[in-house]
């Protein structure tokens, strides 16, 4: 395993042990809100830190990029970013709801070189370094080999939590329900696209995303020998919000399927920009 690697493994169980330990008393957690059914716990800020510490002590000239902000600023010029989401899916922790995660990416000079995709529920590792494959748990993994997407199981998210873009999210996931075998919302994106490269999905979609959300679950993808793109399949996925991640004969169709709504999809973007 590549060093880096190691590391941010080293930091996501760390991470893991923080989560498992608040899992075990969550009506005592203090929790507040960032906005419209977006929820922060201690725990969030709490693996946050024990994952800043980890990485920077091994490698303290690297810059951090962390959804609650830990260490912001610090080492701005650095080739090395990494890209942190210490707690995808705090909803659902704070409910009990088994299916959340952790999420460490390494990107180089805009490359994401490493990922680390760890489910502290199941004990789920996932890893991956750019041109090694991706791993579940040291054992190699690949996407799914269906051809048709109406075989296809398919994954998403609502986007948005203060409810703009719902109209056009629903006619999307109304195609897909329409097209597919089945559509699932499990609620942590970074964990929905480790599944893609498992082949647990067949295909991904989601609108809205950071790129904590993104970062360490394309590095899967794209080593497990899926594709990843925005709506249009293009490559601008991991600060564009908008992903797309399947087998590639489902990505093709997935982007068939879901061009009509990203005119739809901008205008509404245009219309909620300030000035635009």
């Known amino acids: 395993m590549h060093p880096m690697l190691t590391t941010a493994v080293k930091a996501a169980r760390r991470a893991g042990n923080v989560i498992n330990r608040g899992a075990r008393d ?4 203090q929790v507040s809100s960032k906005g419209p059914k977006d929820f922060v716990s201690e725990i969030d800020h709490a693996a946050e830190a024990a994952i800043v510490e980890t990485l920077l002590g091994a490698y303290p000239t690297h810059a951090i990029l962390a ?6 600023g610090e080492n701005a010029e650095a080739e090395y970013v990494w890209i942190i989401d210490p707690l995808d899916g705090t909803t659902n922790f704070l409910h009990g709801f088994p299916q959340y995660c952790v999420s460490i990416a390494l990107e180089h000079r805009g490359i994401v070189t490493q990922g680390v995709i760890y489910d502290p529920v199941r004990n789920d590792l996932f890893t991956a370094t750019r041109g090694r494959g991706a791993f579940l748990n040291d054992r190699r993994i690949r996407v799914s080999k269906r051809h048709h997407l109406r075989d296809c199981l398919i994954g998403t998210g609502f986007p948005f939590r203060d409810g703009s873009f719902l ?8 195609e897909m329900i329409t097209h597919t075998a089945g ?5 942590a994106a970074a964990l929905d696209l480790a599944y893609v ?13 950071n790129p904590w959300d993104v970062a360490a679950g394309s590095l899967l993808v794209l080593e497990a020998g899926g594709l990843i793109g925005d709506l ?3 490559g601008d996925y991991l600060r564009g919000g908008q992903v797309i991640a399947a087998n590639p004969k489902i ?3 997935m ?3 879901l061009s009509p709504f990203r005119a739809a999809m901008a205008r509404e973007v245009a219309q909620k920009t300030p000035g635009a």
């Open 26 to 29: 969550l009506d005592l957690l």
């Open 67 to 72: 959804e609650e902000g830990t260490a912001k």
């Open 167 to 174: 109209d056009t999210y629903l006619a999307m996931m109304k």
């Open 183 to 187: 559509l699932r919302r499990p609620g």
């Open 197 to 209: 490269a498992a082949g647990c999905y067949d295909g991904f979609f989601e609108v809205g995303l």
């Open 232 to 234: 249009s399949g293009e």
């Open 251 to 253: 990505f093709a169709q």
């Open 255 to 257: 982007v068939q399927a």
